[in-house]
């Protein structure tokens, strides 16, 4: 079973997030941050991964470390669970609209993390939380899970759109990056041998 349970504990945050790449896209999720909370709902619903996160961070203080920390943990458990990341389908693209705005991602499950983030958003804040930190959360996600990230928002006007299909996007190309395939029959998606 390709499952995961990752916690981290510093002076800002707590947290601890259990992940089962194969699920049904069973979310339990809180951090604390309702828009958060509202995106990693999708983000389970649309990868299809079960996933269950509490975190308690210093949210008196601000949103950074608990958004940026819960992305963090949740990318070490990706990288758990695909133990070497033999017999993926590694590469993974989604164009996903909502409404007025359209958001494409590309994604590769190299082991090599890097993000590319070509999303500008019009509101500095989405309810309380300031939206400079979705940046944060999916550079934290690529670095600690290995995943190569392009997110491009094509166009969009709405603030809340252009972020939800950012998540939407990285679901479903991770969905597709993570399902094995089958012709592998188990070895590396990789001309070097392993990842």
């Not at 949103?63 to 963090?72: F, K, L, N, R, S």
């Not at 164009?95 to 590309?106: G, H, K």
């Amino acid at each position: 079973m390709r499952t995961a349970t990752v916690e981290r504990k510093t002076r800002e945050t707590e947290i601890s997030v259990f992940l089962d790449l194969d699920g049904t896209g069973e979310a339990d999720i809180d951090t604390g941050i309702g828009f958060l909370d509202h995106m990693l709902e999708s983000f389970a619903r649309h990868s299809m991964m079960d996933l269950k996160v509490r975190a308690v961070g210093d949210l008196h203080v601000d949103y950074h470390h608990t958004t940026e920390d819960t992305a963090i943990v949740i990318g070490q458990a990706i990288k758990q669970a695909l133990d070497d990341f033999s017999g993926i389908t590694r590469f993974g693209t989604a164009l996903i609209p909502m409404d007025e705005a359209l958001t494409r991602v590309a994604i590769d499950l190299s082991n090599r993390p890097y993000l590319i983030w070509k999303v500008k958003i019009p509101k500095p804040k989405l309810g309380e939380m300031d939206t400079e930190l979705f940046k944060e959360w999916f550079q934290a996600l690529a670095q600690n899970a290995g995943i190569c990230l392009h997110i491009e928002n094509l166009y969009g006007d709405n603030s809340h759109h252009i972020v939800e299909t950012c998540f939407k996007g990285t679901a479903r190309a991770l969905r597709m990056a993570v399902t094995p395939d089958e012709r592998l029959d188990g070895a590396s998606p990789s001309s070097k041998g392993s990842l």
